[in-house]
Antibody, heavy 118, light 110 residues
């Protein structure tokens, strides 16, 4: 069974960098693409971007200048860094397997609440 | 890119059928058969219900079905049950290796 678990600070100050890690078990991170998706309170889901096991990345155009996705195959983890955060970046952040080709995001982490506040 | 448009809410009585629309453009929904649908209960992670427009993952009830016409994808829930009350989101490939979600629909079982 594939499982994903997000970890990182739950509180980030404005203008600083949000850093989250997703630990994958039950699958090799080298075999797929892995995404970050966020869910601001009262709003819809937003795809942030994805990274594959070789470190190739794709980003939502509006976040491309601030988001950096990376992968650590030795730890079977992938990470998100989002710079210059504001209150608008407060959300539940999910990591997920996929999308990859015709395969959608099928396994998701439980999510981690990140609040941007001084 | 803009979020796909979904109705804010849809409701129905137990046993009825409801349909949720997901309207995009010729650059996303209209160009690819890569629409997926997710069910999200409060405080839970989204659950995949439909992928590639109309395929159901193993374990998902056949009461859930998907279709597409032009730039609009649809999710139909037949034989509505209390447990179907949740938020539903569509997601489409949007070209250039990017993806876009819908605005979300709250389903209420009356």
């Amino acid at each position: 069974q594939v499982q994903l678990q997000e970890s990182g600070p739950g509180l980030v100050k404005p203008s600083e960098t949000l850093s989250l890690t997703c630990t994958v078990s039950g699958d090799s991170i080298g075999d797929s693409y892995w995404s970050w998706i966020r869910h601001p309170a009262g709003k819809g889901l937003e795809w942030i971007g994805r990274v594959n096991g070789r470190g190739s990345t794709n980003y939502e155009p509006s976040l491309r200048s601030r988001a950096t996705l990376s992968v650590d195959t030795s730890k079977n983890q992938f990470s998100l860094k989002l710079s210059s955060v504001t209150a608008a970046d407060s959300a539940i952040y999910y990591c997920a397997r996929g999308p990859y080709g015709a395969n959608p995001s099928d396994y998701w982490g439980q999510g981690i609440l990140v609040t941007v506040s001084s | 890119q803009s979020a796909l448009t979904q109705p804010a809410s849809v409701s129905g009585s137990p046993g009825q059928s409801i349909t949720i629309s997901c309207t995009g453009t010729s650059s996303d929904v209209g160009s690819y058969n890569l629409v997926s649908w997710y069910q999200q209960h409060p405080g839970k992670a989204p659950k995949l219900m439909i992928y590639e427009g109309s395929k159901r993952p193993s374990g998902v009830s056949n009461r859930f079905s998907g279709s597409k016409s032009g730039n609009t994808a649809s999710l139909t829930i037949s034989g509505l049950q209390a447990e179907d009350e949740a938020d539903y989101y569509c997601c489409s490939y949007a070209g250039s290796s990017t993806f876009v979600f819908g605005t979300g629909t709250k389903v209420t079982v009356l």
